[in-house]
């Protein structure tokens, strides 16, 4: 596609999905193309976003900006009852347009807002974190949490256009910036080789095309349940049959448990990069894996300057507990998306033993920045 946004070198990603098919649009000054993705007919735009962004937006349309809270918190349905209330007195049709201006609490919330107002009304994502670049606004999941868990109610909605807009990177709070790039690390071992080599727009379109292509194989996740067997793009193996969209959760499967039972200092892609660490060792101590796989996961981990122990004082058995909890847990042992001689797959069965055996090798780090 031919965007009119002069000198400014965008790169193009198509996430494919065939009808639904979308461009991801990735440089600096990527934000300025936001006026050739909105959809033709639309007369007024809601611009979704936070008080700490303090990204710009221009859509040259009818344009009105809704503001949501800070933090998992502002991931709620009241969230959304506002904005779609907000949207109706602002006289938003199914012919408009939503725009989330965001990190990935804003893209899932402004995202699950447009799947449902209206019964579904377009939605573009400005995504202004690195973690939302490379991972939260690509793909169409949106949602909101519950008291009782993190993205319990939501639905698969595709954006129109995702801008990766790299120039906006530079505001984000360091910490915010390292989470990101956790996110970035889980990428290396999906089949992004060299990506801590690359500059930040190519490490970034790298990204979003791995994820895209996961995204196009399996849109909706039901891929692993199909049985995950066989190659990954993380194989180096393309031509395969693709595993499926659960195996971007590598390295979660710990993560989600260190963040939902830890109550520890922790960002999201932080938990992610000791979920890779670990993943690699349990992978290891199943016979799938030798020591140079396990060191290979140290090094990018360690390349980002990203957390690779476990936060001091951890309960292990705990940490346990919550990953029989987590969303992939079948019954009969713990579920992990886990590397192996024919790159990563998901892997059930795998006994709470095995498991606490390998935390208790990646032991208490020094505490975590
Ligand atoms: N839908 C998905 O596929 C998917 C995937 C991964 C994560 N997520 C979700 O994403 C959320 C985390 O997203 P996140 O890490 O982007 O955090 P976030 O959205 O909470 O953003 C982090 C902080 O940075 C601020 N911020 C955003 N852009 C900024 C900028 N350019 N300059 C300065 N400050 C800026 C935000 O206001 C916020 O305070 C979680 O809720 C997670 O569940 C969704
Ligand atoms: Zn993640």
């Given at each position: 596609m031919q965007l009119p946004i002069g000198d400014v070198p965008v790169r193009e990603v198509v996430v494919d999905l065939g009808p639904r098919s979308y461009p991801v649009l990735v440089g600096p000054g990527a934000r300025h193309?936001?006026?050739?993705?909105?959809?033709?007919?639309?007369?007024?735009?809601?611009v979704v976003t936070q008080a700490g962004v303090g990204v710009a937006v221009e859509t040259g349309k009818d344009q009105r900006t809704f503001v949501i809270g800070d933090g998992e918190q502002a991931k709620s349905l009241t969230s959304v009852e506002e904005l779609c209330r907000g949207f109706a007195q602002f006289g938003l049709?199914?012919?408009?347009l939503v725009v989330g201006v965001g990190g990935g609490v804003v893209t899932d919330v402004a995202g699950f807002a447009a799947a449902i107002y209206h019964r579904g009304v377009a939605v573009a994502h400005v995504a202004t974190t690195l973690l939302g670049q490379v991972d939260a606004a690509i793909g169409g999941k949106t949602g909101v949490n519950l008291p009782e868990g993190k993205n319990l109610v939501g639905a698969f909605w595709q954006p129109v256009a995702v801008i990766c807009d790299t120039e906006v990177l530079?505001?984000?709070?360091?910490?915010?910036?390292?989470?990101?790039?956790?996110?970035?690390a889980k990428y290396a071992f999906l089949g992004v080789p060299?990506?801590?080599?690359m500059d930040l727009v190519e490490a970034v379109a790298s990204c979003v095309a791995c994820k895209a292509s996961f995204v196009a194989d399996d849109e909706r996740e039901t891929?692993?349940?199909?049985?995950?067997?066989?190659?990954?793009?993380?194989?180096?193996s393309a031509g395969h049959a693709r595993p499926g969209r659960a195996l971007l959760n590598y390295g979660h499967t710990l993560a989600h448990a260190l963040e939902t039972e830890g109550h520890y200092d922790l960002r999201h892609g932080e938990a992610v990069a000791v979920g890779l660490?670990?993943?690699?060792?349990?992978?290891?101590?199943?016979?799938?894996?030798?020591?140079?796989?396990?060191?290979?996961h140290d090094r990018v981990v360690a390349s980002y300057d990203l957390p690779s122990r476990l936060p001091a004082g951890v309960d292990t058995a705990r940490l346990v507990a919550a990953m029989g909890r987590d969303k992939k847990a079948t019954g009969g042992g713990l579920t992990f998306v886990l590397d192996g001689p024919e790159g990563l797959e998901v892997v059930a069965g795998v006994g709470h033993d095995d498991v606490l055996a390998t935390l208790a090798e990646l032991g208490p780090g020094p505490a975590l920045r």
């Open positions: 193309a936001l006026s050739a993705v909105v959809p033709a007919g639309a007369k007024k735009v809601a049709t199914r012919a408009d530079s505001s984000l709070p360091p910490r915010e910036y390292r989470s990101g790039l956790g996110e970035m060299g990506l801590s080599g891929g692993a349940l199909l049985g995950a067997g066989g190659a990954g793009p993380g194989a180096g660490v670990f993943a690699a060792r349990l992978a290891r101590r199943l016979g799938r894996v030798g020591d140079e796989r396990v060191a290979e």
